[in-house]
Every structure is written in structure tokens, then in C-alpha cells.
């Protein structure tokens, strides 16, 4: 594809500058792709190097320390320690010791039993004095992949550490034979809150992100290359197992398998098409018509604007969950709606809203309307008052009407400072559990994908079939893993996508 | 420094780990503690108890004596009966138990879900409806029950609600109604009594009146009534630890189509509403729900009230009545490490099943019992829905277990008829394409799906039975030899399917005589070979 | 010449107000109605279950008294003390995290965010089930389910820095810097400087931290695990709305509605200016 300077873009007509805007846009797309290929490799090759590069690092510290540091390479923190900084090396020394007992005590029995995930399952016992049976339970694959994970982490926890000691040997070495003093206790735990301020205040989000964030998504990740599943729940029944790729096969295969009456992937695929039609639209019909709202009521000469503000903006309020049941069962088609319009005589036979596949669609996107608007609405509110008003008044003295002053003017101007919204907004509604859950529950049945575990409806979006999947007949967690590990590939590749051929969203300092 | 935030981080996750780790640690030598005691006693038992352990069960009521914390899971409506009745258990009880019990409302359509999610933290007893038992006892989230236990089950409820709780040669729980099944309800001043035997009519009426008919026949416990109404059936089979071992099922037959046209009936009209809630209130003048329903739908209806078993609908002159399911609730009890409780527990399922309780929902609820006994007894059989539902037993086919992704299969059934024109062949397409995602799931073996079947008009069947041949390297030949007139039709095809064929047009048999039918799956070719 | 184009144009712009006027109204009819319809079909008390009319032929409390006499209020205690307890922790999460973010620049920032972006990828339903074998190892589920349900809430919550950090890129470095010079250490430039200018995007976070319990359904009922005592609001009440109770506590569940809604409106509108500030302030930067 030709590429124009400015100055040649500017000589385009109206029609070739689009056509050339749309071009560059999708012409960046491979480009995008190759170079996020490009980066990961040497991403990778840079981790390579890294790591040879401290372990020359670690050598040469050990094979030039004195003494105290050889030490510490066994017990940590003695170098601080001996070189009287007490705090440092009794953290270093408490981490050690207590890495130790767990492994001993605990850990050494998770990693052990992590390849197999358990051996023996529940059995029965029957006690014939009483006359009953009796379950005993023996191993729990679960609780082996979960604290088998964790001790991981913990082990790759360790190592970082002790790397940290190791390191901190070299530099405090350094430091006094340049004939300088080492800093005490007392000027770390002054640093906590001025030079490293930064790490007290995210120690305790970061922990908790690591483990009720990090540490569950590596453990469902895993779960995707097992066999967990209501049949084998790793405790109470049968334990589960290593099934390698097993269930990507399974959900990627094109054979009618056991997806009933089609594959998997056939399911798969529909559900994804209608899950990023509906993001789209769902994000674009709102964002439209919320800006719309936002300037009818921000429009010179409209009164009471606080109280349409006010209106709108109580729906946010009211918790989805009663808003949307409430306004799902209004639509039935025994409900509020086709009751009162079919007394009224307007309609002979009740609206299919929820029945016809079609209908539940535009439904759904058309309520979701009604509960964006208002948040969209307060976002445009804001960013609209921020555009300069000379903008305008310039442009009305060259005679523009309103709509082309909405076109040059407020349009652009929204387009650039909400781009990084959109995009959260679109995969987040990639995601919207609560609207499809809540309203439709998925429904109309797609008969098609009748057997895909857990019954497919028209409405359901990847994040609703995942739900029902684990709570389907079959509690199939494994493919429920495979499942999220693909919408996060889809959202993952959108998001690089978009962020690499919109230059306005990647410099984040722009905005400062 | 760095150093000091990795040293926090790292203590706190150590602490975190020897939270969840520690406490996991104690648990495991405890179970293991555990698990040793009831194995010895198990072991133990049989110098002394030997062959008399029923009786001894009665006998060792002063080792259950104690008190015991319970947890059970009941559906919302009868959480203070099962309270109360608790508490008359424990004063009545010669064997010294005491139960502590926390009823949760849990619905029984719940049950299963719940339980199979985490089984250790679920109730030790619940209430559970039968469809669920296979999949409960793939969970061992069911107890299997002691020989005492199941004679008193054997004895005490009738025939079908004995056979609701059992899989293979065990019982696994208790009936506690037998009345989870479906009739009519409908509005008097809309249906006149005389209509209530025939569909046309009730739509008809509906029709005049705009009033609407709730009948979830988008769900696969309804619309298979219209296939048992019309002879068809569909049986899972389950080897002894409840696993499927196979269907046998003929929806997709003649007899089949003519239930399809049945549905097409009444989902084809516009006044047709897929719910199964009591609708009367927002414009249904019909609906065909079970007991649940009946306090709700009596206020609903005041003096319109009316009730009656499933109608009958007409194809090509003949009379079908619409059959239904008819099932159970059961009573669980969860699998118990201590077996002391385990027996304590059993106990108390069985007076919360007997005769008394039973009487007691029949009063409050009009639940209908599974108890022999109460189910004779006058309170029962007074109850108007009740009375309906008995009636329509007649009609209707106990619920076997079924496997669960079945209902989403079936109940496409309607979804697709709704969705034809109503001809034979796009209703005849609904059916095919149900028993291709029966088969897709049940993953036949290679050996079914590569077998060849005679199928046509051959040995009294009519297009609707496959009958097996058996190969000798690409030559295929029946297993039986036929008896053939002239102009009989059939065709050799493959997995039960009509992508593999043949020959294309149908075989006819130009002379009478008793052939065994042989294919040559290389080239297609059919041929008779004379018996004998 | 001049006077009439001047009408024409005054003619057209009341036109067009008129049109929006006609709009608007149409429009909060719109966003009103269902509430009005939840109202109203709370006091109805001929009949428990839907219909298809709107204002009750009876009036009363009999719902209220239903509410009053269920486990609702044990729920409506527990939603309360999760929303409260949130909206101290996730205020406090959030604002360490998304100031540090706004405001240093250290080696592990830019992966940092990068990490937690790909994070935020990953569905949120896939780690309910680990989630919740996690808090009942802990003890933590059933009837313990309010602290678990506080816990997960807050330990997460440190991923949602994005509104917040927004806001405080908007406050001028330049105020740090000078501070600094002056001999502040970082903590008293954030407690005596930034906070104090902070103020909206305090107030709409501890706002949606309180406000985001009250809805949430899917993950409580996990935690709560068929265990009344450990239940929601939402959890609770949408049981009443499944196929076997519905005909006898639908109204039931409009007043609940009510009584759920009714104080976090207030709520909201009373903080409504700090609210708008905060969405606009931070939601489009991030």
C-alpha cells in the first residue's frame, strides 16, 4: 500500500482520504501482529540473557566476597548481619527459616504428589454392626494442585530472595571499600515512607492480587490441562489427572464430537461471533446515543438540567440485579409489556421478545441501552464542558451548521479522549455477565448446540456459556478453563490490536 | 529499598501459605485418624454381629444415643415442618438421639448442583428430586443404604417410589412423595368441564376467550408426555455404580411423529406460552403444572378452580392421551465418615419419610406421599390434585435416571417443531436430528457407528427398527434370516444413519421366500441368500 | 432583512428546544417506569404472585411484614457490613495503588501495569470455584461468609486503579515537586497535599466500593453455599424469583427491591456532584 505524507493526504479528495484512513488502518493490522511476534522474541531472548548474565553475576560474587558473604550464600542474611544491619538480616534470616519449615513440613508433600495429583480416591466402607456405610477419604487432587502451585510460588519466591541477599553481600562490600557507611536499621525503616514510599503503599494490594488474583487464574490455567469435572472433583469421588492438550482438542476439533448434533468448535464459533457483535453494538449504541442525551441536556436554553441529570443518573444506583430481573420478567412474554399492549388492542398475539432468536438479540442490546445511558451520559457530560468554547464560536462565524460543528468538532474531540475507554468499554462487554445472565439467562435454546455442555441459547455470550458449563449437567471445569483461556486469546489480540495501530492510545503520558 | 518490599511480600505470602497450608496440615493426620477408626470397627463387627446385623440395628440403639449437629437442606415452603418435625423425632426417638438441626432452604431442583460443587460442606440430609439421584451418586454425595434401611424402603412406599431410589441392585435414599408429576389445571368459566378430555377443544376455547395455555413443552419433562402418549419410550441404562451404559430410545419413529404433530398443535397456536409457572393471574386460562402449584393456583382461580389429568389430542382420526412423568423426592443422606452418625442420621431420614411426615406435607402442601399407607389414607385421596394426578398416572411412565445432557437435548425437540411449518418431513427432521445428538453424546463405539442394520419392511417392522447383521471382512449378512413376501422394501445402512446406504433405491424382494440379507459394503451390492 | 433572519433563527431554536423537551420526558419516563411499577406492586396485597396490571387493587404492608418476618434481614445486615467494610478496604487499596501508580516512577511500574492489564483479561467467573475452595479451607464460607466475601473483594480490588489513578494524573506534579523541595517526605506530601485535593475521587470510590456488594449474586451464592445465615441481598432475594417460589413471593421481592434500593439512591444522589467529578475526572484517562 502506498503511503502519503501530510502533504499529499491533504491534496486527497474526501472519498480517497477515507478509503486511504480505513487502508492504513487495516494495512497496520498484519503489521501490528508481526510486531507483537517480534517483541515477545525478543522479550524472550532478553529474559535468556538476564538470567546467564546473573548467574556470571551470582559466580563472580561468591568467587570475590569475603567470608561474611560466602556465609550468607548458605545463611541468608548473615553478611547484614555481620556488617551490623540488624533489620535487613533478620528478615533475610526469618524468611529462610521459615522457607525451610514449610518445605519440610508441607511443601515437600505437595510438590511429591503433584505429578500424579493423588493416588487413591474415597472408598466405602460398610460397618455391620450399625449397618451403614461409610466414606473414607484419602487424597485430594485439588488441594495438591493448589498447594502444589502455591509452593511454586513460594520456591520461585525463595530464590528472588536469596538472589536479593546475595546481591545486597556485593553491594554493601562495594560500599565499604569505598570507605562509606552502611545505612542502619533505622534509615530503612525511614526510606519506607519517603525514597520507597512507593513499595510500602503497594505491598498489600500487590499481596493481594498475587494471591486471590494471580494465583487462581495459574490454577485454572492448569485446570485446562486436567480432567477435572463432576465426575472426577478430585475429592469426594475420583481423583483427577494430566490430560495434556486433550481438551483444546476436544473444544478446537471440527468433528461432531460430543458437542451434540455439532462440534464444539462450531458452537464456539457462533458464540464468539455473536459475542463480539453484541460488544459492538453494545458499546457503540450507547456511547452514541449517552453522548445524544448528554447534549440535549447540556444544550443552551434547557432547563432543569440537574433534575434530567438526576433522573438518569438514580438508575445507576439501583443495583442490577433488581433492576434487570424486574425488567427481564416485564418483557415475558406473559409479562407486563404484551399483557397491557395486548389489552390495549394494539397487538393481537404476544411479542416474541425473548422466544424468537432475532427479537431476544435486539432486546437485549436495546436494554442494555437503557441501563448505559446514564453512565455514558455523565462521562460525555464532563468531557463535553471541556470543550473550548472558542471552538465553536469560531466555527459558527464561518457559518457551520449544527451538525457539522458536531462532526469537526465535538466528535474528534470525544474519539480522542475516550479511545481508551471504548476499548475497556468494548471488552468489557465482551464480559457482561450481569446483562445476558440476568435478563435472558442465555435463552432462546439454540437447538443446534443443544448437547455443547450446559444447553446454548442465541443470546449467550463466551462469558454465560463458561458459567453454564461449570454449572451444566456435567460441571465440566476442564472445558470451562479451556474456555476463558480462549476469550482471554480474543480479548488479548483485540486489545493488542487496537492499541497498536491507534497511536492515541499507546503514550499514556499524553494525557498529563 | 526493593529488598525490604520483597521481604515483605515474601513474609506475608509465608504467612498466607502457613495459614492455608498449616491448617491443611492438621486436617490431613486427623482424616487419616478418622479413617482408621470406622475400617477397624467395620472389621471387628463381624465375630459378633455375623448374619443378624438388621436386627441388630434396632438392638444397638444405645450406642446412637447422642447429640448430633445436623445440617438440612429443605425447599423454602418446608423449612418450619422439617423443623418441627425434627423436634418430634427427637422426643419420640427410644434411641436417645438428639438432633441439632439447621434447616436451609434449599430447593430440591437445587439440590444436586449444590451438592456437587462441594460435597463436604453440604447438608447431611436433603431433599432432592429423583432425576438427580445418577448424578448425585456419581458425586458420592449419597449414601448407599444398610439392609435394614432398605427394607424399610422396600416396604413402606410403593412400587415406583422404590424403584426411584434405587440404581443396579442398591437403594440410595428415601422416598418422601411420589407426586412429582404433571396434570392440568385449568379455568372453568374459559373450559367447560365436557372440553377438558380433548386439546382441540381446550385450544379452541382458549382461542375464543384470548386466553392463553402455560405448558413448558420447551423442556424436555414435558414434551416427552406427548411421545409416551403415543407409545414411544426412552430408557437409559445403568450398570450398578450408575454409570450409563446406553439409551434405548424410539422418539424418532412413526410413533414419534405422530407426538410431534401433537406438539405441533398447540406450539403452532399463538396462544401457546412455554411456562409452567400459574399463570392465571397474567392471562393463561391453562396450565399444566404439578402439586406445587395448587395453594397458589386455588387462590388464583377462587371458584373457577378446576383440575383434571392431561387431555387427548387427535392425528388422522385416532385419540392419543398426552402422557406425563411421574417421579419422586427423595430424602438423601450424605456419605459420613463417623458411622455412629451415619446410623444416627439414617434414623432420623427414616421417620422424616414414615408415614406421619408424609401425612403432615400432604396436609400443608398437598405433596402427594410415597408412603403405601398414606397414600390410602382418606386426607390423601380427598385432594382434588392429588385425585388428578392419580388419574393421570395411568397415563404416565415412571422416571428412570436419565443422563443429565439428555433434557438439553430433548427438550430441542419443541424448539425445532416450533420453528417448522408442521409438514412430516420437517418434523421428521426435528426427530433425526434429536436421535443424531443422543448418539453424538452417548459417543457410540466405532463398532456401532461402522455396523450396518437392515432396516425397512422386513420381519413385521416398518421402517423403524434397525436389525443387525454381522461382517466376514467387507461382506456383511444379517444375523437372522427373514421371512420375505414380494414388494418387501429395505435398505442396508450404516451407523443408523442414512449417510451410508444401501442399495440407493430401496431393495425390493421380487420373490417370496426366507432370505438372509447380504452386503458387500466394497461396492454396495445387496443380494439374498436363501435360508437353509 | 436582518431582524427576520434573527426570528427565523429564534423560532428554530424554540422548535428545537420544544422537540427536546418532548424527548427528555419520553426518555426519564422511560428510566422511571420500572421503578415506579416495583413501588407500586410492593404494597400490593390481593395477591402475591405477577399480573397484568400495575396499581394494586389493595393496598397494605403485608410484603414489608413478609420482608420483616424472613431471613432478609439477617441479608440486608450482611450486605451491609460488606459494603461498609468495603468501602474502607477497597478506598484504601485502591488509593495506595493508583497514587503510587500516578506518581512514582520506579523500575517495575510500566510491567507492573502491563501485568495487570493482562490480568484483567482473563475472565473473572473461571476463578470463582478455586476461589471458594480457597476461603473454605480458611474457614471462611457458609455461615463465615461475610468476611469472605470482604476478604476476596479487597484483595482483588487493587486491579480497578484504573478510574482513580485518572483523577490524580489530572493534579499538577509541580505541587509534589514543590513540596519535596521544601523538605516533605512522600507520605507527608500525600497525606498533606494530595488527599486533600483528592476529595471527589475519594468519595466516588468509597461510593462504588459500597455500592458494588449490594449486587453481587453470582460469586456470594458460592460463598454462601446453601447457608441462609451467609447470604446477601441479592443472593436471597433472587432465589424468590426461581420457578418454585416465584408465585408466592413475587411482591415480596418488589418490596425487598425497595428496601435495597431506596437508601443507596439516597446515598448516591446525596453524593451525586462527587460522583459525576470522579467518573469524569478519571473513568476516560485511565
Given amino acids: 500500500m502506498k503511503h502519503y505524507s501530510d502533504l499529499e493526504f491533504l491534496r486527497l479528495s474526501k472519498g480517497q482520504r477515507i478509503g486511504y484512513k480505513i487502508g492504513s488502518f487495516f494495512y497496520g493490522i498484519p503489521r501490528a501482529i508481526a510486531g507483537l511476534f517480534i517483541k515477545l522474541w525478543n522479550l524472550l531472548k532478553a529474559a535468556g540473557l538476564t538470567v546467564v548474565r546473573e548467574i556470571q553475576d551470582i559466580c563472580a560474587t561468591f568467587v570475590k566476597g569475603d567470608w561474611k558473604t560466602k556465609i550468607s550464600f548458605v545463611i541468608m542474611g548473615f553478611g547484614s548481619l555481620a556488617r551490623g544491619q540488624a533489620l535487613r538480616g533478620l528478615l533475610f534470616l526469618l524468611f529462610e527459616v521459615v522457607f525451610i519449615g514449610y518445605m519440610v513440613v508441607a511443601g515437600g508433600h505437595w510438590l511429591s504428589l503433584l505429578p500424579s495429583l493423588g493416588k487413591l480416591g474415597p472408598t466405602s466402607e460398610y460397618n455391620l454392626v450399625l449397618d451403614t456405610y461409610t466414606t473414607v477419604y484419602h487424597d485430594n487432587s485439588f488441594k495438591i494442585l493448589l498447594y502444589g502451585v502455591l509452593t511454586i510460588f513460594f520456591i520461585i519466591a525463595f530464590i528472588y530472595t536469596w538472589r536479593v541477599n546475595v546481591k545486597q553481600n556485593k553491594i554493601s562490600e562495594q560500599i565499604l571499600r569505598s570507605g562509606k557507611k552502611l545505612k542502619g536499621s533505622k534509615d530503612d525503616l525511614r526510606s519506607m515512607v519517603d525514597e520507597n514510599f512507593h513499595a510500602t503503599l503497594l505491598a498489600l494490594p500487590m499481596t493481594g492480587i498475587m494471591v486471590f488474583t494471580v494465583m487462581p487464574i495459574v490454577f485454572m490455567v492448569l485446570v485446562a490441562f486436567t480432567n477435572y469435572d463432576g465426575a472426577h472433583n478430585g475429592f469426594s469421588n475420583n481423583l483427577f489427572t494430566w490430560v495434556g492438550l486433550d481438551n483444546f482438542n476436544t473444544l478446537l476439533s471440527w468433528s461432531a464430537g460430543s458437542g451434540g448434533g455439532q462440534s464444539y468448535s462450531a458452537t464456539f464459533g457462533e458464540i464468539l461471533v455473536w459475542t463480539l457483535i453484541w460488544a459492538f453494538l453494545a458499546t457503540f449504541t450507547n456511547y452514541f446515543l449517552g453522548m445524544g442525551v448528554a447534549m440535549m441536556i447540556n444544550k443552551k436554553g434547557i432547563r432543569l438540567k440537574k433534575m434530567w441529570r438526576t433522573i438518569l443518573v438514580m438508575t445507576v444506583a439501583i443495583p442490577q440485579f433488581i433492576s434487570l430481573l424486574y425488567v427481564g420478567k416485564m418483557f415475558a412474554r406473559n409479562g407486563l409489556i404484551n399483557l397491557s399492549l395486548l389489552n390495549l388492542g394494539w397487538i393481537k398475539e404476544p ?149 497498536n495501530v491507534l497511536p492515541s492510545i499507546k503514550n499514556e503520558e499524553d494525557y498529563q | 529499598m526493593k529488598k525490604i518490599l520483597a521481604i515483605l511480600l515474601a513474609a506475608l505470602m509465608v504467612l498466607s501459605l502457613a495459614a492455608c497450608g498449616g491448617g491443611d496440615n492438621a486436617s490431613t493426620p486427623a482424616d487419616g485418624g478418622g479413617a482408621a477408626a470406622p475400617a477397624e470397627g467395620g472389621e471387628a463387627a463381624p465375630a459378633e454381629g455375623g448374619e443378624a446385623a438388621p436386627a441388630e440395628a434396632a438392638g444397638a440403639g444405645s450406642e446412637l444415643a447422642g447429640t448430633y449437629d445436623v445440617t438440612i437442606w429443605a425447599p423454602d415452603a418446608a423449612v418450619d415442618l422439617t423443623k418441627s418435625q425434627v423436634d418430634a423425632f427427637n422426643s419420640s426417638n427410644e434411641l436417645g438421639i438428639t438432633i441439632n438441626a439447621t434447616v436451609e432452604p434449599v430447593s430440591e431442583a437445587d439440590a444436586a448442583s449444590n451438592m456437587i460443587l462441594d460435597v463436604s460442606a453440604g447438608a447431611d440430609l436433603y431433599f432432592f428430586a429423583q432425576d438427580q439421584l445418577s448424578r448425585l451418586i456419581q458425586a458420592n454425595a449419597l449414601t448407599k443404604l444398610g439392609q435394614a434401611a432398605a427394607t424399610f424402603v422396600k416396604d413402606n412406599n410403593t412400587a415406583g ?37 380433548s386439546l382441540e377443544a381446550i385450544i379452541a376455547d382458549c382461542e375464543a376467550a384470548g386466553k392463553n395455555i402455560s405448558y413448558e413443552l420447551e423442556n424436555a419433562w414435558y414434551n416427552a408426555g406427548f411421545f409416551f402418549g403415543t407409545g414411544c419410550h426412552s430408557d437409559w441404562i445403568t450398570d450398578d455404580q450408575g454409570n450409563f451404559i446406553a439409551i434405548d430410545d424410539d422418539f424418532n419413529s412413526d410413533a414419534g411423529l405422530i407426538a410431534a404433530k401433537g406438539i405441533y398443535k398447540l406450539v403452532s397456536s399463538p396462544i401457546y406460552v412455554n411456562s409452567g409457572n400459574a399463570d392465571f393471574a397474567s392471562g393463561s386460562a391453562v396450565v399444566v403444572t404439578g402439586t406445587w402449584n395448587y395453594a397458589t393456583i386455588l387462590d388464583q382461580l377462587g371458584d373457577n378452580f378446576g383440575v383434571a389429568d392431561l387431555p387427548s389430542f387427535e392425528v388422522d382420526g385416532a385419540e392419543y392421551h398426552i402422557g406425563s412423568y411421574r417421579g419422586c423426592k427423595l430424602l438423601a443422606v450424605k456419605p459420613q465418615e463417623d458411622p455412629v452418625k451415619g446410623a444416627a442420621l439414617n434414623q432420623l431420614a427414616q421417620y422424616l419419610t414414615g408415614k406421619d411426615c408424609q401425612l403432615q ?41 436419565i443422563h443429565g445432557s439428555w433434557w438439553d437435548i430433548a427438550k430441542v425437540i419443541t424448539t425445532d417443531i416450533k420453528a417448522s411449518d408442521g409438514s412430516d418431513d420437517a418434523l421428521k427432521a426435528a426427530l433425526q436430528k434429536y436421535e443424531d445428538s443422543i448418539a453424538a453424546v452417548f459417543e457410540m463405539t466405532d463398532e456401532v457407528r461402522n455396523a450396518f442394520t437392515v432396516i425397512g419392511t422386513v420381519a413385521g417392522t416398518n421402517w423403524d427398527a434397525d436389525l443387525p447383521m454381522t461382517a466376514d471382512g467387507d461382506i456383511w449378512t444379517s444375523n437372522d434370516a427373514f421371512e420375505m413376501e414380494a414388494g418387501t422394501e429395505f435398505k442396508c445402512r450404516q451407523g443408523k444413519a442414512w449417510d451410508v446406504a444401501f442399495p440407493a433405491d430401496n431393495f425390493v424382494v421380487e420373490e417370496a421366500g426366507t432370505y438372509y440379507v447380504q452386503l458387500d459394503a466394497a461396492s454396495g451390492e445387496v443380494t439374498l441368500v436363501p435360508a437353509g | 432583512m436582518n431582524e427576520k433572519r434573527h426570528m427565523g433563527l429564534r423560532t428554530l431554536n424554540r422548535i428545537s428546544n420544544t422537540t427536546i423537551y418532548i424527548l427528555l420526558i419520553i426518555i426519564s419516563v422511560i428510566w422511571l417506569l420500572p421503578f415506579i411499577f416495583i413501588v407500586l406492586q410492593s404494597f400490593r396485597v390481593e395477591s402475591t404472585y405477577q399480573v397484568g396490571y400495575v396499581i394494586p387493587h389493595e393496598w397494605g404492608l403485608q410484603n414489608y411484614i413478609n420482608l420483616w418476618n424472613s431471613d432478609f434481614k439477617r441479608w440486608y445486615l450482611n450486605t451491609f457490613i460488606i459494603a461498609l467494610a468495603s468501602a474502607v478496604l477497597i478506598t484504601v487499596i485502591q488509593l495506595c495503588m493508583s497514587y503510587t501508580l500516578s506518581r512514582f516512577r520506579f523500575k517495575l511500574r510500566g510491567p507492573m501495569m502491563r501485568f495487570m492489564l493482562i490480568l484483567g483479561m482473563f475472565p473473572g467467573m473461571l476463578t470463582m470455584i478455586i476461589l471458594y475452595r480457597v476461603l473454605s479451607d480458611l474457614g471462611l464460607t457458609q455461615a463465615n461468609a461475610v468476611p469472605g466475601l470482604i476478604l476476596v473483594g479487597v484483595a482483588s480490588s487493587g486491579m480497578g486503579y484504573y478510574v482513580s489513578k485518572g483523577f490524580f494524573d489530572t493534579i499538577p506534579k509541580s505541587l509534589d515537586e514543590a513540596a519535596r523541595v521544601d523538605g516533605a517526605t512522600r507520605f507527608q506530601v500525600l497525606y498533606k497535599i494530595i488527599l486533600p485535593l483528592a476529595k471527589p475521587i475519594v468519595i466516588y470510590t468509597i461510593l462504588t466500593a459500597f455500592m458494588g456488594p449490594w449486587g453481587d449474586f453470582v460469586f456470594a451464592r458460592y460463598v454462601a453455599f446453601g447457608t441462609s445465615s451467609g447470604y446477601n441481598v441479592a443472593v436471597g432475594m433472587y432465589s424468590w424469583l426461581t420457578n418454585d417460589q416465584i408465585a408466592r413471593m413475587y411482591t415480596t421481592f418488589c418490596a425487598g427491591g425497595v428496601i435495597v434500593a431506596v437508601p443507596v439512591t439516597v446515598l448516591f444522589l446525596c453524593l451525586q456532584k462527587y460522583y459525576v467529578e470522579g467518573v469524569t475526572g478519571g473513568a476516560v484517562k485511565g
Avoid at chain 1, 375 to 394: F, R
Avoid at chain 1, 483 to 490: A, H, K, L, N, Y
Fill in chain 2, 161 to 197: 417410589s422404590v424403584l426411584a431410589a434405587q440404581a443396579g441392585e442398591d437403594y440410595y435414599a428415601y422416598p418422601l412423595t411420589a407426586d412429582n408429576g404433571y396434570f392440568m389445571y385449568y379455568d372453568k368459566s374459559v373450559v367447560p368441564e365436557e372440553d377438558v378430555d
Fill in chain 2, 361 to 401: 406435607r400432604v396436609e400443608e402442601f398437598g405433596w402427594g406421599p410415597s408412603n403405601k399407607e398414606a397414600h390410602d389414607d382418606p386426607l390423601t385421596q380427598e385432594n382434588p390434585a392429588l385425585a388428578a394426578l392419580d388419574a393421570q398416572n395411568e397415563y404416565s411412565v415412571m422416571q428412570p435416571n
Fill in chain 1, 351 to 499: 411479542l416474541p421478545f425473548w422466544e424468537n432468536p432475532t427479537w431476544a438479540r435486539i432486546s437485549v442490546i436495546v436494554i442494555n441501552i437503557w441501563v448505559g445511558i446514564p453512565y455514558l451520559m455523565l462521562i460525555t457530560t464532563g468531557i463535553l464542558m471541556n470543550i473550548p468554547a472558542d471552538l465553536y464560536e469560531s466555527a459558527r462565524i464561518d457559518g457551520a451548521n449544527a451538525w457539522q460543528q458536531y462532526r469537526k468538532i465535538t466528535l474528534p474531540y470525544m474519539l480522542f479522549i475516550t479511545g481508551p475507554y471504548l476499548l475497556t468499554s468494548f471488552t468489557g462487554n465482551m464480559n457482561n455477565f450481569n446483562v445476558i445472565y440476568l435478563l435472558t439467562g442465555g435463552a432462546p435454546t439454540n437447538p443446534a448446540a443443544s448437547g455443547a455442555a450446559g444447553s446454548v441459547g442465541y443470546t449467550d455470550l463466551l462469558i454465560t456459556w463458561l458459567f453454564k458449563i461449570t454449572t451444566g449437567a456435567e460441571s465440566q471445569y476442564y472445558l470451562a478453563s479451556v474456555v476463558g483461556i480462549m476469550v482471554f486469546v480474543v480479548v488479548a489480540f483485540i486489545s493488542l490490536v487496537v492499541y
